[in-house]
């Protein structure tokens, strides 16, 4: 029989081993027994867990991927905007997107050559919010727009805001006109005289004066006539035996800021001025 000292002794032993054992169970956890770890006792395998213990915060990182990693194929141009083309069960297929960009950070979508930060060869929708200009402004529709400017040369400009659509320069054309019949008359002699004058007012013209003469001498002589804008000929008409009329003409230009006449004055010795005719052309600018 045992005594008590070695029944007390006993008692101690089994309630320490029941304290370590409870202890570990609390650290581990229970684990429910099965066929297959009974079984991997029984070959002398040690069952594991899949993941360190105890298990930490970063510990659901370790978890595998649900799906395989597939290898990338495929291949693009310089300057294109790669994108996803296909997928089979052992690849990624990448290729060519229709978006290009250049070295200068140019964009374009159906070209590589965008002239601009942004060029598109195509039709470009949009769907919603409309399109917003540089100075803020936004377009939502094109019904009502103006889309062209047809004129002709009596308006200017092309309607926008850089040439606004105006009335054209326009010009205004006025003709004065003096004719002069001198047949009958005195032969134009020295000192001379005038043959024809016509009073325009102020503007720009253009002068011309047409005239036939005769000389009426048995010698050549000279005939010198003179606008009063300055422009003059001179002239060697032949003698009497040849009774044929000259026609001579003269053409000018003058600018009078006020009321003016304008006169041809002609010098010579016994030629005569048959007719005479003066016209002046004014052009007159209309804003």
């Known amino acids: 029989m045992y005594s008590n000292r070695n029944k007390m002794l006993i ?27 009974d079984r991997g006792r029984r070959l002398g395998v040690r069952a ?16 595998p ?7 990338v194929i495929g291949g693009g141009t310089l300057g294109r905007l790669p994108k996803w083309t ?10 060519d997107s229709t978006i290009f ?5 140019n964009v374009g979508i159906g ?14 929708e949009t769907t919603l919010g409309g399109v917003k200009f540089p100075d803020g402004t ?17 308006l200017r400009g092309d309607g926008t805001s850089g040439s606004p659509l105006g009335v054209a320069t326009a010009s205004s054309i006025t003709a004065f006109f003096s004719k002069e019949s001198l047949a009958g008359n005195d032969p134009v002699n020295n000192p001379g005289k005038d043959v024809v004058s016509k009073t325009v007012p102020a503007g720009s013209y253009t002068i011309f004066v047409n005239m036939e003469a005769i000389n009426v001498d048995n010698d050549q002589q000279d005939l010198v006539c003179t606008l009063s804008t300055g422009a003059s000929f001179t002239v ?21 800021n006020s009321q003016t006449t304008i006169k041809m004055h002609c010098t010579g010795f016994n030629v005569l001025i048959d007719t005479v005719a003066l016209t002046a052309i004014r052009v007159a600018t209309i804003q």
């Open 11 to 37: 008692a101690f032993q089994i309630c320490a081993i029941s304290l370590c054992a409870a202890s570990i169970m609390s650290s581990v956890g229970a684990q429910t027994p099965n066929r297959t770890a």
């Open 48 to 63: 594991r867990s899949a993941f360190t213990w105890p298990v930490g915060p970063a510990a659901s990182a370790l978890i």
């Open 65 to 71: 991927a649900a799906g395989p990693s597939l290898q």
């Open 86 to 95: 296909g997928f089979t069960f052992t690849n990624s297929v990448i290729g």
């Open 101 to 105: 960009e250049d070295k200068f950070g």
């Open 111 to 124: 070209t590589d050559a965008p002239a601009s930060r942004f060029t598109v060869a195509g039709m470009i």
């Open 138 to 154: 936004i377009q939502t529709t094109a019904a009502g727009a103006l889309q062209f400017v047809f004129h002709d040369s009596t």
């Open 236 to 256: 060697t008409m032949p003698h009497l035996f040849d009774a044929n009329k000259i026609i001579l003409s003269l053409q000018d230009v003058g600018t009078f």
